[in-house]
């Protein structure tokens, strides 16, 4: 399984953006899949989860109400539309596939089989 996440870059506080993360062919559909994020000096954090229909999805406190990851399972992409961004979401942003057919500890690393190599994201105040 092969990761490609995109969309990072430096951004104002306030502003947005949008995050991608595509899969190799049909893996997409089949699994659940989460963001991650490290920043600087920090250990990798959980953002968010999102089931394999989409029908369930998972925020952390820290980005809900802010952050909405969907997906799209005809293009084999997930998405994370990040907006009213704060310089405490700087960070590289990761996105993983967790290959059990069960939705539970989404919020935990361990359970993610593959990962991206990140995007970056630099939010200025």
């Known amino acids: 399984v092969q990761l490609q996440a995109c969309g990072g870059g430096l951004v104002q506080a306030g502003e947005c953006l949008r995050l991608?993360?595509?899969?190799?062919?049909?893996?997409?559909?089949?699994?659940?899949m989460g963001w991650f994020r490290q920043a600087p000096g920090k250990e990798r954090e959980f953002v968010a989860a999102?089931?394999?229909?989409?029908?369930?999805?998972y925020h952390a406190d820290s980005v809900a109400g802010r952050f909405t990851i969907s997906r799209d399972n005809a293009k084999n992409t997930v998405f994370l539309q990040m907006n009213s961004l704060k310089p405490e979401d700087t960070a590289v942003y990761y996105c993983?596939?967790?290959?059990?057919?069960?939705?539970?500890?989404?919020?935990?690393?361990?359970?993610?089989?593959?990962w991206g190599q990140g995007t970056e994201v630099t939010v200025s105040s």
């Open positions: 991608s993360c595509t899969t190799s062919a049909r893996t997409d559909s089949r699994y659940n």
């Open positions: 993983a596939v967790d290959t059990r057919t069960i939705w539970s500890d989404v919020d935990l690393e361990d359970v993610y089989n593959y």
């Open positions: 999102i089931s394999r229909t989409g029908g369930s999805s």
